[in-house]
């Protein structure tokens, strides 16, 4: 007799992991209370990247007037711009990608429940006023939205990751606060499209958590383009005037905007699920669980955003089907340590592993290896310049610890280092490979190499 499982979300997390579920023989149900595809599909990762796309193509027509016996051809493009279109196409690159969720669903046989669950027992959930009985549990609900004090009281009139797609016109003016990365991409979103755009951090610099090496190159291709940064300033208070946004900051400054993004972080979306019935803990950061195996307890486990290892889509995706291996009785295990991460700016940046401080910190003997796009031929060519490739190596072994790149093309050449890291390849073995000439990853064999 087939197991039970349910899983709880259709994000990234909850539909590989019911994929899987079913290759393997097992009875599927999923309940979502939203949009199948979850947030990554329906107002993160996808919508965000058709929005990019846009506005890296209009960026780019204005850059290539240069080249052209009209120097008004770029700028004339750029006044043709529809922002109706813009969305019109962001909304069918969603559509067509939720469809091929649900028609994935079908022809795996998985029962798809739009509904809210809400445990009744560690062995039982209600959706939609029925009792559904399991054998096991995958807990993918996501996180929502964070407004921290004094936004909280403004919510009808601020924006968040979840509702900005919903615009139907660009701003004139925009104030983002939070410089990590939904923040940063927005930024040079808005900025790439005409809009004014001030980004307010909290902390000392934006991109708090990454490589400082990244984030000097970022701000400072951000500022070159117009965006605004204020870092160490706190919103104090807040206005709202004739549809006026102000932003009252901690230095006495106002910053005003008919469009402010809230993009601070979010938090587990948990309260509906009466975990308290499973037997289930969770606080601010979500649910602890095995951080290799994804269990909770006996057969429940959660995947994705709700435990707080990592806030990546593709973790999510690696951590569903880890969980759904280990209900199966397939030992299987997660690692954080390998999940690659890119901020979709411009330039582009990705990151893997450790950074040299962390590695330091950690107690390696270990050491920065970096190439500069300037001295790459293919960047040269592309006139993409800015950025570098840094490999952080273990002085002792060889291997490779983390690595480090910011420039076109980050976001695909990160998975270089990614399997050598794998696979336990030395540096220096990996730059010995032959990499295809001019390309923007013979930056990483260089660094390798040094």
């Known amino acids: 007799m087939s197991k039970k499982v349910l899983v709880i979300g259709s994000g990234p997390a909850g539909y590989p992991a019911a994929l899987k579920l079913a290759a393997l023989g097992a009875e599927v149900t999923v309940a979502e209370k939203g949009k199948a595809g979850g947030v990554c599909l329906n107002c993160g990762c996808i919508p965000s990247k058709s929005l990019l796309d846009a506005a890296h193509r209009f960026a780019s027509v204005r850059k290539s007037e240069a080249l052209s016996s009209n120097p008004q051809a770029g700028e004339d493009f750029f006044k043709s711009l529809d922002f109706t279109k813009i969305q019109a196409r962001r909304q069918a690159a969603v559509d067509k990608l939720q469809r091929g969720v649900l028609t994935l669903f079908k022809a795996a046989k998985i029962n798809y429940i739009e509904g809210e669950a809400s445990f009744l027992s560690p062995n039982s959930v209600k959706i939609n006023g029925e009792e559904f009985p399991f054998d096991a549990v995958i807990i993918a609900a996501g996180t929502k939205a964070f407004y921290p004090p004094p936004f909280d009281k403004y919510k009808e009139h601020l ?66 383009r117009g965006i605004k940064i204020k870092t160490a300033a706190a919103a104090k208070d807040m206005a709202v005037e004739n549809g006026v946004k102000k932003i009252i900051l901690s230095d006495g400054q106002t910053l005003e905007a008919d469009l402010v993004l809230v993009a601070v972080g979010r938090m587990p979306d948990l309260e509906s699920l009466n975990l308290r019935a499973a037997g289930v803990e969770w606080d601010r950061k979500g649910i602890k669980v095995n951080p290799k195996t994804m269990q909770v307890k006996d057969n429940i486990y959660a995947a994705g955003d709700v435990n707080w290892l990592c806030q990546l889509a593709h973790a999510a995706t690696a951590q569903g089907e880890t969980a759904a291996c280990n209900i199966m009785g397939i030992a299987r295990e997660y690692d954080n340590n390998l999940v690659p991460s890119a901020i979709y700016a411009w330039p582009e940046s990705a990151r893997v592993g450790l950074t040299l401080k962390e590695a330091l910190a950690k107690g390696h003997k270990a050491r920065a290896k970096k190439s500069f796009m300037l001295a790459n031929g293919r960047a040269v060519t592309q006139e993409e310049t800015e950025g570098f490739a840094q490999i952080i190596e273990d002085e002792e072994t060889g291997l490779i610890l983390g690595a480090q ?18 696979a336990k390849m030395k540096a220096k073995e990996t730059g010995e490979l032959i990499f295809a000439h001019p390309t923007v990853s013979e930056s990483l064999k260089e660094a390798m190499l040094k």
């Open 405 to 422: 790149i910011v420039g076109a093309g980050a976001g695909e050449m990160i998975h270089i280092p990614l399997i050598a890291m794998a």
């Open 159 to 224: 924006y968040d990751n979840s509702n900005i797609f919903e615009i139907k016109q660009l701003p004139q003016k925009a104030v983002i606060i939070g410089g990590g990365v939904i923040g940063c991409e927005f930024a040079c979103l808005f900025n790439a499209f005409g809009v004014d755009t001030t980004i307010v951090e909290l902390a000392p610099t934006i991109l708090p958590t990454e490589d400082e090496g990244t984030v000097r190159v970022l701000k400072s291709s951000f500022e070159k």
